[in-house]
């Protein structure tokens, strides 16, 4: 495929690679993307149609990213991970459509061979945010400025995080979860939950977020179960599997059964526990 170069198209316009660009003859350009001014592509990197890459970023190794995507100044993709253990291996970044990455995102690959960091479609990156090895953030998430993903961690849809915070290696934060800035993030944060503090604390149910994203529309929703629910769950002086196996005894719904499953996996060996409630 030819790649066009034209001195004169203005910043994130047109179908173009900046002259003062790098992008090695191996790697991969769709239609309608654009590399700005000081950006480096590798050889091992796909860039789908319509994406746009900003001065000075770099993408780099096993990199494949979708369609319509922004990446603004500074960002670096694909790099080694932050890991000691990694020996070199061809590990891999995969990256949707429609994210924003803004300024001085870094998004590492995984650590050993066959594993992958996974970035799904519709997420604000705010900046400075740091993306670790193998992480998985699903769809129409925010991370605001200088949030820290350690390694290893899961993000569900529609998860909002504020800013200035760190994620603890192996935590997973549920759907339409909404955790507080500068809170401390040690533990799994179920979906539908505030949680915010410092050590982290569930507050309640993310009230605001649930009416925001439309399931109070959904006639199969019930947010007054969803609260029994909840306060089953983290109300009690039990801990907290024994209060999971008396909800699930209980009336659920779908989102009362996804949080009851979450916290069921939660609690098993492979990950850190969920984060504690302050009514406790």
Same mark, same amino acid.
């Given at each position: 495929m030819e790649i066009k170069?034209?001195?004169?198209d203005p910043f994130f316009k047109g179908t173009n690679v900046h002259p003062n660009a790098h992008v090695d003859p191996s790697a991969e350009l769709h239609d309608g993307v654009s590399v700005a001014s000081g950006a480096i592509v590798g050889p091992k990197v796909i860039i789908e149609s319509g994406t746009k890459i900003g001065p000075n970023a770099i993408i780099e190794g096993k990199t494949k990213i979708g369609k319509n995507n922004n990446v603004f100044p500074n960002v670096f993709i694909g790099l080694e991970p932050q890991d000691l253990k990694y020996q070199g291996a061809s590990t /891999? @970044?995969?990256i949707g459509d429609n994210n924003t990455f803004r300024e001085c995102v870094t998004i590492n690959k995984a650590t050993y061979e066959g594993e992958k960091t996974i970035i799904g479609n519709n997420n604000l990156l705010m900046a400075y945010t740091h993306i670790g090895h193998n992480c998985e953030l699903a769809n129409g998430i925010v991370l605001s400025? !200088? @949030?820290? @993903? #350690?390694?290893? @961690?899961?993000? $569900?849809?529609?998860?909002?995080?504020?800013?200035?915070? !760190?994620i603890h290696q192996f935590v997973h934060i549920g759907y339409l979860a909404m955790i507080g800035g500068m809170t401390r993030v040690d533990r799994d944060v179920p979906p539908f939950c505030l949680a915010e503090g410092h050590p982290g604390r569930l507050r309640g149910l993310n009230r605001v977020g649930i009416k925001r994203s439309g399931l109070m529309e959904n006639k199969e929703f019930d947010l007054k179960l969803l609260q029994n629910t909840w306060n089953l769950l983290f109300k009690s002086n039990d801990v907290i599997s024994i209060s999971? $196996? #008396?909800?699930?005894? /209980?009336k659920l719904d779908t989102s009362s059964t996804k949080l009851c499953n979450f916290l069921k996996d939660s609690i098993s060996k492979k990950r850190r526990g969920p984060m504690p409630s302050i009514n406790l």
């Open positions: 170069t034209t001195k004169n /891999e @970044v995969i400025n !200088g @949030v820290q @993903v #350690a390694g290893h @961690v899961k993000i $569900e849809d529609k998860a909002i995080i504020g800013g200035c915070l !760190g999971l $196996e #008396a909800a699930m005894k /209980e």
